[in-house]
């Protein structure tokens, strides 16, 4: 799956999406978002299976 993206490196915000289910980490700073958050797919990884609103 092709999420979408602009710069890759998490400053013009094109890859913002909001996080249903499970937790996924910022590549950048280490901080663990929680659901319910909006994330940076670009700079994030999942912590295990996760749900995201595309």
Do not use: N, Y
Request: with cysteine; net charge negative; proline share 4%.
């Amino acid at each position: 799956m092709q999420l979408p993206f602009g710069c890759r490196m998490g400053i013009c915000q094109s890859c913002v999406v909001d996080l249903v289910e499970g937790h996924v980490r910022d590549l950048r700073t280490g901080q663990r978002h929680e659901p319910g958050t909006r994330v940076q797919t670009c700079v994030s990884a999942a912590s295990g299976d996760c749900v995201l609103d595309i």
